[in-house]
């Protein structure tokens, strides 16, 4: 039986490698000449700590050219808390999605029992496996979870004939 699964992963190496090329391009531009703009990558998420809020959208617009110049889908990046910081600072903590949740595995599967289409979906852990008698039912399915757009990069993998 056909099937395939819907993960949503993030490659820490490339976010890593995006986090470095933006410090070295804030290093690098006139605009940013003697500022406290810098990023850190944490344990799951990344702090960007800028003196401004108009800096901290320059930085993050950085950050997300970076991310895309690396074929990372920039919707990993969600911001989690906003608050200042010493010395007129502002601090800003993202998180990186990976995963599918609950919730959002759910209103998937709750999506393709609507559509009446041959296939079954299960949430396994933090992935989904749907699986179907046909083929082409299976690209249906993945037609139909493009459509959600959702505010998670996810990923058509495994696929299994």
Excluded: C
């Amino acid at each position: 039986m056909p099937s395939f699964d819907v993960v949503s992963r993030v490659e820490m190496q490339e976010v890593d490698n995006a986090i470095s090329n933006s410090m070295k391009e804030i290093g690098q531009r006139y605009d940013f000449k003697g500022s406290v703009s810098k990023l850190e990558k944490t344990e799951g998420g990344v702090i960007l700590l800028s003196e401004d809020e108009t800096k901290a959208k320059q930085v993050l617009d950085i950050l997300i050219s970076n991310l895309i110049k690396r074929n990372v889908d920039p919707k990993v990046i969600k911001l989690k808390s906003s608050e200042s910081a010493s010395g007129n600072t502002i601090r800003q903590n993202y998180d990186l999605l990976e995963g599918i949740d609950q919730e959002v595995g759910k209103k998937i599967t709750k999506l393709i029992k609507e559509s009446k289409l041959k296939v079954q979906a299960k949430i396994q852990g933090n992935e989904l496996r749907i699986s179907g008698a046909k083929k082409d039912n299976l690209q249906e399915a993945i037609s139909k979870i493009k459509e959600l757009k959702l505010e998670l990069p996810l990923q058509y993998i495994n696929f299994r004939d």
